[in-house]
């Protein structure tokens, strides 16, 4: 950063975001994005990925603990185990 920003004039989403990944972090956020709309997903891990994990990671006695740790429903969880059975 070349120069020191004035965190108290900033836009608020931005002053936001400066509060959760601090000042260096929220300006390589600004020149990377800025103009463009962006989207934040609801989940953090891809679905299709996800599943890999989850099939690999099922012991038979899991499932409440892989549907918290990927972020899907339990249900999610049973549709993958038994479509990968199929």
């Known amino acids: ?3 020191k ?3 108290l004039a900033l836009h608020q989403f931005y002053r936001g975001l400066s ?3 601090g000042v260096e972090d929220m ?3 600004y020149q990377a994005y ?3 709309q962006i989207t934040i997903p609801t989940h953090l891990y891809d679905r299709k990925l996800a599943a890999q994990k989850v099939v690999q990671a099922y012991n038979g006695h899991n499932q409440q603990i892989l549907a918290r740790k990927y972020g899907y429903s339990q249900k999610w969880i049973q549709r993958t ?4 059975q199929e």
Do not use: T
């Not at 185990?81 to 990968?84: A, G």
């Open 27 to 29: 300006f390589k956020i």
């Open 5 to 7: 920003i004035d965190v």
């Open 19 to 21: 509060e959760l990944v």
């Open 81 to 84: 185990l038994r479509e990968n």
């Open 34 to 36: 800025k103009g463009m």
């Open 1 to 3: 950063m070349k120069e």
